[in-house]
């Protein structure tokens, strides 16, 4: 069964501190893996997604990811928090063709201390 | 330029009543969705359109009804509404190629 698990449910960090968030999926195919990024009373924004090539990927506000499927992990990373970072996240898996739906995990809500 | 655009914002109604949302989206994109985020936060899939073909139909009480005009537009319509309906509902659109979702910001049903 396709299915994203996120096993943290809430995270707190200091500002200026590095970050990871966890994500591990379950998927019968080749996955396309996202991160989205939801603030208080807003819709999800894009961080980044991998659908092929370099493992790595870059996304916007700084974040980054590392596909890794030996481990069926795609974990979320910053070097430098910043206030505003302070938000909900989620992962998602989706197919590789058209009209697939993306399953998203349950989301880990990331806390910033000044 | 609201890129996709959910309206209303916020709906309070009571029991029983018949309320749609509407949802629009100027990315030139074929396939639109609708999620529904429970007050945990988890995201569902409910239906998807694809140039105004129903592709996906989730386990969802057959009170919940899209319509799909045209590709930029995706109306949800839910009948004799119940307590267990409260939820931000999330539009979405995404290009054939599977690029990932651009969501609108979706709207918060109460229902009392």
């Known amino acids: 069964a396709q299915s994203v698990t996120q096993p943290d449910i809430h995270i707190t960090v200091s500002e200026g501190a590095s970050l990871e968030l966890r994500c591990n999926y379950s998927y019968g195919a080749t996955p396309y893996l996202f991160w989205y990024v939801q603030s208080p009373g807003q819709g999800l924004q894009l961080l980044l997604k991998y659908f092929s090539g370099d493992t790595l990927v870059q996304g916007i506000k700084g974040f980054e990811a590392e596909f890794k499927r030996s481990q069926s992990s795609f974990n979320l990373r910053k070097p430098s928090v910043h206030w505003s970072d302070a938000a909900e996240y989620f992962c998602a898996v989706g197919g590789s063709g058209g009209y697939n739906k993306l399953i998203f995990g349950a989301g880990t809500r990331l806390a910033v201390h000044p | 330029d609201t890129a996709v655009s959910q309206t209303p914002k916020y709906l309070v109604t009571q029991m029983g009543n018949d309320k749609s949302i509407k949802c629009e989206q100027n990315l030139g994109h074929d396939t639109m969705y609708w999620y529904k985020q429970d007050s945990k936060k988890f995201l569902k899939i409910m239906f998807s359109?694809?140039?105004?073909?129903?592709?996906i139909n989730e386990t969802v009480p057959n009170r919940f009804s899209p319509k799909s005009p045209d590709k930029a537009h995706l109306n949800l319509h839910i009948n004799s509404l119940e307590l267990g309906d409260s939820a931000v509902y999330f539009c979405a659109s995404s290009l054939d190629r599977g690029g990932g979702y651009t969501f609108g910001s979706g709207t918060r049903l109460t229902v009392v």
């Open positions: 359109y694809n140039n105004k073909e129903l592709i």
